[in-house]
Every structure is written in C-alpha cells, then in structure tokens.
C-alpha cells in the first residue's frame, strides 16, 4: 500500500506545474497612436520620373516627403512589467498599424504625373499601402504601394505609469509592389518599374499610449 500511495502523488506533482503555467498566459495590450511623424526619402532611379512632395522632408539632403498621423494602433504582445527594462525584448514584442497624412507626385517632362497620398503602414512586417490618384483613376484608389526589403530597426521605451510606449522607426527600406509598379508602367511607360525596385528609405518616431 505504501508503494501505491508513493507513485500517485509522483503523478500529481508532475501534473501541477503544468497547470499553473497556461493559468498565466498574458494578453496582448494595444495602445492607441497619438503622435507620429517620419521622414521617407526618395531612392529611386525610375528613368525621366521626378519626385515632388507635398511637405519637403527637412533632414535630408536627397530628395524627400514627410509624414504626421495620429491614427492606428500599437500591440504591446507581452507582459509590460516585464520587458519595461528590456529594450531588445520589448522591439520583438511591438507590432503597429498606423495612417499617416502627406504625400507626393511623380512626374515627367510629358505632364504625366501619378499622386501617392496618405500611406498606411503595418510595422514592422506586412507592407504600406496608398491612395493613388493617375490617369487610369483620377479620384485616387488606394493599393498595395511599398513592400518592406527587410524589417526595419525599432527602438522602443516604455513607460507603465500611465503606459506609454514610444519607437523609433529607422532604416526602413521600401520597395515598389506589383501593383504599384503597374500603375508607374501605365503611365509613364513600360520599364519605368517592376516589382522590388528600390523606392525609398523611412525613418519615424511613434508615441502611443
């Protein structure tokens, strides 16, 4: 009998830890965007195209476009407690949805011009899309306009009384889509771009909370 009583409680002391830890699982906390601006400069060497934004950036010596918003959305997917002294944890922890305001226009010697306003961007994977005003849709349709070329370089800080969090976005390499590159072949001639192409490179800060 007391072999038997020693084995069952072996079995439970097994089966406890186990519940104890999916008891403690943490939901995602999402913080909504209240200040945003960033900066894009324009890379690319589309043949006869030219780059005209709507606000210049100010930091760049290239040509360049800045963005503002206030809308969208920052998941914080961890405990904030626990990444709060983490900056490494907490940028893998962050992921964001966010509008923006301002834009630019493309255009050629021939007076063909493509408009790209408003970008939304999901961060730091996914892609940007845009309203896009050309020939083809004079009142603007918005499409997939930018692909990332790699995941860009986030540095976070966060505060939990009250919780904020604020990123720094850097080194964000966007490439063209196959749906923007089409619009840009349609109006200024096929070759001008083709999927992948380089675009620009973006850089932001975004305060959430």
Excluded: H
């Amino acid at each position: 009998m007391r072999r038997t009583r020693t084995v069952a409680l072996g079995v439970v002391a097994v089966v406890l830890p186990v519940i104890t830890v999916s008891a403690y699982a943490y939901a995602p906390t999402v913080l909504k965007v209240t200040a945003l601006a960033g900066e894009c400069v324009y890379v690319s060497k589309a043949p006869g195209v030219t780059f005209e934004a709507r606000t210049p950036g100010k930091d760049a010596t290239w040509p360049a476009v800045a963005f503002t918003g206030r809308s969208g959305l920052l998941n914080l997917n961890a405990d904030p407690a626990a990444v709060v002294a983490d900056p490494a944890s907490l940028a893998k922890a962050i992921d964001m949805r966010f509008l923006t305001k301002g834009g630019f226009v493309l255009k050629n010697t021939q007076g063909k011009a493509v408009e790209i306003l408003d970008p939304e961007a999901t961060l730091p994977s996914g892609g940007a899309s845009a309203v896009v005003k050309s020939a083809a849709a004079p009142a603007g349709a918005r499409i997939p306009t930018f692909a990332y070329a790699a995941p860009p370089t986030l540095e976070p800080r966060l505060s939990l009384m009250p919780l904020k969090a604020t990123v720094r976005l850097m080194n964000l390499d966007v490439n063209v889509t196959p749906e923007f590159a089409k619009v840009l072949n349609d109006t200024f001639g096929a070759g001008t771009a083709k999927e992948g192409d380089a675009f620009g490179v973006c850089t932001g800060e975004l305060t959430a909370g």
